[in-house]
């Protein structure tokens, strides 16, 4: 098994609020993937006193210790336990009910020698490899369903559709919200390797076209995930006229993660 993970911020100038990690279990074959995307809000405005960075790596590290220990629990109820106990930590302090509170995406993955499970929750992307090299992208695509204009399609958090019927969802503080991630089991002798991608690291392909996504995961084999960050990065610097990035943000925090099983 080959597992390669590459990670960094936007802008040295802030923390970065990705989060990711792997873990192989001793016992069998078996093992789980964790991404996290947390979503930036404006300076002073989520009624939090605790950073994303804190609230992605709290709900991270719980995701990837239930995932690994508690196989009896689908990802689903993971998730959920998760987002409750992340919750329990700092709802005496905070409020929850913000609907800035902090969040992310979610990217989830476990596998044994039987089968590969997903769970995808906002616009991070999960790409499953087949033996014949066929590539089938995991997508939870209600941001881009968005109607175009609307402030939340240029991927600014608005308050009008985030965490809202219509709109698109995010872990945040409501374990509910476990119901509108995509999820699925493939066999185990369909997948040959699995990848997880920001959206600051998926930019390569659904920002400026570079290539599909059986290319992605070309490229992540060739050059690493560090390898895909790097082309992005210099794509962002070379787009001076704004063509692609149009408003969106010049550097933002890309992580990427390759499994070959």
């Given amino acids: 098994m080959r597992i390669e993970l590459a990670t960094e911020p ?3 100038q802030r923390p970065n609020e990705d989060w990711a990690s792997t873990a192989a279990p001793a016992a069998g074959q078996g093992g789980v993937l964790t991404l996290l995307d947390g979503v930036t809000p404006p300076a002073g405005d989520d009624g939090c006193v605790h950073s994303v960075p804190w609230f992605t790596a709290r709900l991270g590290g719980s995701l990837i210790e239930l995932s690994a220990s508690r196989r009896d629990l689908t990802l689903t ?21 913000h609907v800035r509170t902090p969040q992310a995406t979610v990217v989830l993955a476990r596998w044994d020698e039987r089968v590969v499970e997903h769970l995808v929750l906002s616009d991070s992307v999960l790409l499953l490899e087949a033996p014949d090299g066929a590539v ?3 997508v939870d695509d209600r941001l881009d ?9 240029e991927a600014v958090a608005d308050a009008r559709a985030r965490n809202k019927e219509g709109g698109f969802f995010t872990a945040a503080a409501d374990p509910l919200v476990v119901s509108r991630a995509v999820t699925g089991e493939t066999p185990r002798a369909d997948v040959r390797a699995l990848a997880a991608l920001t ?11 570079e290539g599909d996504w059986t290319a992605t995961l070309g490229l992540l084999r060739k050059a690493g995930p560090q390898g895909l960050i790097d082309r992005v990065r210099e794509l962002e610097r070379a787009d001076t006229d704004r063509r692609y990035l149009r408003r969106g ?6 992580t990427a993660v390759l499994v070959e099983l």
């Fill in 77 to 97: 109820e993971v998730l959920a336990e998760s987002i409750g106990r992340t919750a329990a930590a700092h709802r005496s302090v905070c409020d929850l009910s």
């Fill in 10 to 12: 936007g802008t040295p």
């Fill in 199 to 209: 959206d600051g690291a998926s930019r390569w392909t659904e920002t400026f076209g």
């Fill in 249 to 254: 943000k010049t550097h933002d925090d890309a």
């Fill in 136 to 138: 089938l992208p995991v």
């Fill in 145 to 153: 369903r968005l109607p175009p204009g609307s402030l939340a399609s």
